[in-house]
């Protein structure tokens, strides 16, 4: 569990690196997800579609399809306005060296706002809709701390204590606006064209302690900032076919997104009370997200709807490249601009999603429920249990126009992170769950 050479700015932290800008004393170890690109993680969209573990591409009945498949805007039957708010909360559990820490944060936050309007025509449909949804929330935080019993050498840099803490928040909200149309009476293509807008920052605080007198020092902690403003540009394609009146499909298209971050890092060093090292930079930084496809398949039986979807992302094809300014250089001189992939640090990844809908006969309620397995993409973890989750809803009717649902979202993983000196030891253990609450509406006008 080794930071790479030299302070890693966050959005873009895996790989690219200026070491000549921080001393060797930088070079410690922090939990290596906490360099992934937060962009690989989705939060999910909706309260119907959550409920229902995500699989959506070929049974989404909302606004929402602007995000799931926009070709299946062509099957709503009425303009609506539609509205979801969530609220996360986040448990880390980790075991550094023997010691047990935990840390927690709840957020909420509008997961979804969508209008959409259905054009009149003589046969066939045309749907167009606008909406915003925050699909990638940054909420998080992470804290441990313990006794290095790692050798003292210029690889383990061990036998003292050492405690980090990381704090991130922000968020990206993906505005689209799309439409989706009949071609046949059995076929329907969409299209949405998404700006994504938004921020994060990150706090990390680095704390040790030598008391074995290994080291030049006597306690040493590192503070880094970074902020960052984000925007980026991408395009999804849909298509939704019906075989026959139980069985339909849908496949989604993702292009890719290119995102640039502009932003500031500072980092101050503290060595024994007084402050050693100090820098600060500003950065603007381009990401290309890859290409991802999605297949789905449902069906629909009297009083019940079930769904499988399959989404593939080779995350291997991400590309980035970094261009600092140094604001302590009296010249002000821009870095060389460096050019990166994916293939070192992240890998391909499929999402599975199944999920069932049963409406009551008598009562104008429906049951949900769903299973995810959704494989962290970030090669430099160790994985002990892939990331998976269950999904509870509720939708009720309130009157013609109106409807309300809830979801409930739960997921967990654990990876670990080893050392061989020169026996294998495991030295930290995290534990990580999450619960998303759901709370949607729906009006027909």
């Known amino acids: 569990m080794k930071l790479p050479q030299g302070m890693i700015i966050t959005f873009i932290t895996i790989s690219v690196t200026f070491g000549s800008l921080i001393p060797p004393l930088a070079a410690e170890p922090i939990p290596s997800h906490a360099n992934e690109l937060p962009w690989v993680n989705s939060y999910g969209i909706g309260a119907r579609g ?114 980090e803490k990381i704090t991130e928040s922000g968020g990206i909200t993906t505005w689209a606006i799309g439409g989706g149309i009949d071609i046949s009476p059995q076929t329907s293509l969409g299209v949405s064209a998404l700006i994504h807008a938004g921020s994060y920052k990150q706090t990390w605080i680095y704390d040790i302690e030598d008391s ?39 496949f989604v298209v993702n292009s890719p997104a290119w995102l640039e971050f502009n932003g500031r890092e500072t980092q101050r060093d503290i060595v024994d009370g007084s402050e050693d090292y100090y820098y600060t930079v500003r950065f ?11 297949f789905g398949i449902g069906a629909h039986f009297p009083h019940t709807n079930v769904g499988f979807d399959i989404w593939l992302t080779d995350w291997t094809q991400m590309k980035y490249a970094d261009s600092r300014i140094n604001e302590l250089m009296a010249d002000g001189d821009e870095t060389p601009i460096h050019v990166y992939n994916g293939q070192e640090s992240y890998r391909s990844a499929t999402q599975v999603r199944l999920g069932a809908e049963y409406t009551l006969s008598d009562y104008p309620l429906s049951l949900r429920s769903g299973v995810f397995i959704d494989p962290l993409a970030y090669a430099l973890d160790e994985i002990q249990t892939q990331r998976y989750g269950i999904s509870l809803g509720l939708g009720m009717e309130l009157d013609q126009a109106t409807t309300i649902d809830f979801s409930y979202v739960f997921s967990t993983w654990k990876r670990n992170e080893t050392a061989t000196p020169p026996e294998t030891i495991t030295y930290l253990t995290e534990d990580s769950s999450e619960n998303k609450i759901f709370v949607g509406v729906r009006y027909k006008l």
């Open 50 to 163: 959550m409920g229902m573990g995500g699989a959506q591409i070929a049974l989404v009945n909302d606004g929402s399809a602007l995000f799931w498949n926009p070709a299946r805007l062509a099957r709503l039957t009425h303009t609506e306005l539609s509205g979801v708010l969530t609220h996360q909360m986040v448990n880390h559990s980790v075991d550094y060296f023997g010691s047990s820490q935990e840390s927690d944060i709840s957020h909420t936050q509008l997961n979804a706002l969508a209008f959409v309007y259905q054009v009149p025509t003589y046969r066939g449909s045309l749907v167009i809709g606008v909406g915003a949804f925050r699909n990638h929330s940054f909420e998080n935080e992470l804290a441990f701390a313990g006794y290095n019993s790692l050798p003292a050498n210029e690889v383990y840099r061990g036998d003292r204590y050492e405690g």
């Open 212 to 250: 074995q007198q290994h080291y030049n020092f006597n306690t040493v902690r590192q503070f880094e900032e970074s902020d960052a403003d984000i925007l980026g540009f991408g395009i999804t394609f849909g298509m939704h076919s019906q075989l026959n009146p139980a069985i339909r499909f849908g």
């Open 284 to 294: 603007d930084d381009d990401v290309m997200i890859p290409w991802s496809f999605g």
